[in-house]
């Protein structure tokens, strides 16, 4: 017997009791369905984590300093003042794997232009900050080292500033006040939309040597602090930079075996918090999927169940005629193979038309990967299969003779 | 060498306390090209001693031989095969498997001997045509009388050129005239050389037959060789 007649066979079997059948491989065609399009959004939500960490450039290592700790309560991380300006510029000099550093210190204050105020970010920092951050000013231009070493009164704005404050007119060569100081707009930054938590629209740069003279001022043990260091090492030489980067702070805030008072973070380490919780979020959203697909598996079970028992008469006379075990076993196990494939194909569709209806309508990022395709076709075989074989064995272990008698 | 051969056959069946004993030490020859009636009332055997020449069951002990192949020690698929190609069935109910046109019945056991493609068409159409329903042949089975269906349940008994037909109340749900159609259909596979073997509780049917075996509590306990009969075809 050949495969095309078997197939013929199963087909046939399925074909004469369509409703059913169809109800059947809907419950197949919803699980599938879902599979695909819990995990388009779950790998979504991933690609979304992923373009957002590496949105603010590549190979960077953050560095901030420790937490205060105040009668054993802990201010949190980056409070303590133990980071300054000068270890930035160490790391620039001493540390051969790192590209380049940018030391920043970010504080909120009111921004005024004309009668119009806002509150924002201000963000001091050094040239070399556009670079590192791959974010350039789209009017204008970032401030340069001369203007860094001058401590000049310059000011790049974000666009949501450049809204707020110009209500999109022209801000370049404007004068505006941070905190009452008066400085010049010189550049208006591209727009970056939110990254890692922060929008990035809404902050004003200014150089760092600038903010310690007129903004922040400084700090009383250590001088020029700063809230952080972005430093960005030469490409898959992190491990050597994060190496050096430590070694070297240890000797300059002499650290010998108490706690460091600093710590970095690669972009490598961030990745991987985001693609962890990504990683929860798809498993959920898969494992979801996954019930209702093996309740459409228990659902091809119970029609292969009870079409066995109504065609007992038929696999009698199969039988009677010359059908052997095999011959029964596989006419039902292809018939439930086909449902299966046949659910499994249409809920392929559907899904990744689900997918893309979630990307247009809802405005989420799905990502429908092959594997999931590949994934979700092997395991509407692997249900047709599991599900279609006891059925099946029961069918092909019929005694002929009780099956000729039954009505 | 017999066609059949049956020495001191049990069946016995576990239902419950006591074993019921449904064939009770019996023996049978059946010569190639007879045409044998087996007859009894229900409860007698018969039926039982039918599922055993059909090889849809095995005794519980004893030996038989069909063509001198010992069927008593035959695995499951070897008794598919004998049935496939060596016996085919008549049943009262005609057995049609009815979302199949006559020639998809006819084919049925075509397709599990493995004939494939044109070969299977005409050897099912040939039937068919041998039977007297060649017209009929895209019918489905409630498209067709009785006695339509009955014919393509003998075409498809026939398709596989077996040595027995084995046919169980073949008149039963047949009218009078149609019953005797039916039964000059079974001459005439006598003389082309087939062996039958009518199970019935009919005597009019069993009157066809040039043998009539009688079976009672899982014996035989009548052997009755009749005269050929002449001018019993329609």
Redesign the interface.
Same mark, same amino acid.
Not at chain 2, 111 to 114: F, I, K, L, S, T
């Given at each position: 017997?050949?495969i095309l007649?078997l197939f013929s066979?199963a087909w046939?079997g399925i074909l004469?009791n369509r409703l059913r059948s169809g109800l059947t491989v809907l419950g197949i065609i919803i699980g599938i369905a879902s599979v695909i399009t819990l995990l388009g959004i779950g790998e979504g939500a991933k690609a979304e984590a992923e373009k957002q960490v590496t949105a603010l450039g590549v190979n960077l290592i953050y560095i901030r300093p420790g937490s205060v700790g105040t009668g054993g309560i802990s201010q949190g991380q980056g409070t303590a003042p133990t980071l300054t300006y000068e270890d930035a510029q160490a790391i620039k000099e001493n540390c051969p794997a790192v590209q380049a550093v940018a030391a920043q210190y970010n504080s909120t204050y009111q921004v005024q232009f004309e009668e119009n105020n806002t509150s924002t970010s201000v963000t001091a920092t050094e040239p070399s900050y556009p670079g590192i951050r791959n974010f350039f000013p789209k009017r204008g231009r970032f401030f340069n080292d001369s203007e860094m070493n001058e401590a000049a009164r310059v000011a790049v704005i974000g666009d949501a500033i450049t809204e707020n404050l110009f209500h999109g007119d022209n801000p370049i060569g404007r004068r505006i006040l941070i905190r009452g100081e008066l400085f010049e707009v010189i550049g208006e930054m591209e727009h970056k939309g939110v990254a890692q938590g922060n929008d990035m629209d809404d902050q004003v740069f200014i150089p760092i040597t600038t903010g310690y003279t007129t903004l922040f001022g400084l700090n009383q043990v250590t001088g020029r602090s700063v809230r952080s260091i972005l430093v960005q090492s030469h490409k898959d030489q992190d491990m050597q930079a994060n190496f050096q980067i430590t070694n070297l702070l240890r000797l300059r805030h002499n650290i010998q075996t108490e706690e460091d008072d600093f710590t970095l973070r690669t972009q490598a380490d961030i990745m991987q918090t985001a693609q962890s919780i990504t990683g929860v979020f798809s498993l959920l959203l898969g494992a979801t999927a996954g019930i209702s697909l093996l309740v459409g598996g228990i659902g091809i079970m119970n029609i292969m169940l009870v079409s066995v028992t109504e065609r007992t008469?038929?696999i009698?006379?199969?039988?009677?005629? *010359?059908?052997?075990? *095999?011959?029964i076993l596989s006419q039902f196990v292809i018939e439930a193979l086909l449902m299966a494939l046949t659910g499994g194909v249409l809920g392929i569709l559907l899904g990744v038309v689900g997918s893309h209806s979630i990307s247009t309508f809802a405005k989420w990022t799905t990502v429908v990967t092959p594997i999931s395709v590949i994934l979700s076709f092997c395991v509407s075989l692997a249900i047709g299969l599991f599900f279609g074989i006891y059925p099946a064995r029961k069918a092909a272990k019929l005694d002929?003779?009780l099956a000729?008698r039954s009505e | 060498m017999s066609l059949l051969e049956i020495k001191d056959i049990w069946r016995t069946y576990d239902l419950g306390a006591e074993p019921v004993h449904a064939l009770q030490g019996l023996d049978l020859t059946i010569e190639q090209g007879e045409y044998l009636a087996i007859m009894g009332t229900s409860g007698s055997g018969k039926s039982t001693l039918m599922?055993i020449i059909?090889c849809?069951?095995k005794p519980t002990s004893g030996q038989y031989f069909l063509s001198g192949q010992n069927i008593s020690t035959m695995t499951?698929?070897q008794l598919?095969?004998i @049935? +496939? @190609?060596t016996i085919g069935?008549v049943?009262q109910q005609f057995?049609?498997?009815p @979302?199949?046109t006559a020639l998809e019945n006819v084919m049925?056991?075509l397709?599990?001997?493995?004939v494939?493609g044109e070969q299977r068409r005409m050897r099912a159409e040939h039937a068919l045509k041998e039977i007297g329903l060649a017209e009929r042949m895209d019918h489905r089975p409630n498209q067709l009388s009785g006695g339509q269906q009955q014919r393509v349940a003998i075409a @498809?008994a026939i398709v +596989?050129r077996p040595q027995i037909i084995l046919a169980d109340e073949p008149t039963g749900a047949l009218d009078s005239q149609t019953a005797k159609d039916i039964m000059g259909v079974f001459n005439r596979l006598v003389e082309e050389g087939i062996t039958v073997i009518l199970v019935t509780h009919d005597q009019e049917t069993a009157n066809h037959a040039r043998r009539i075996i009688r079976v009672r509590d899982g014996k035989i306990i009548g052997n009755q060789v009749r005269e050929a009969r002449t001018g019993g075809r329609p």
């Open positions: 017997m050949n007649q066979i046939q004469s008469r038929e009698g006379i199969r039988k009677a005629i *010359g059908a052997k075990y *095999g011959d002929p003779i000729l | 599922n059909g849809l069951d499951d698929d598919a095969e @049935r +496939n @190609r069935f049943f057995n049609l498997l @979302r199949m049925l056991p397709v599990y001997a493995g494939t @498809r +596989n």
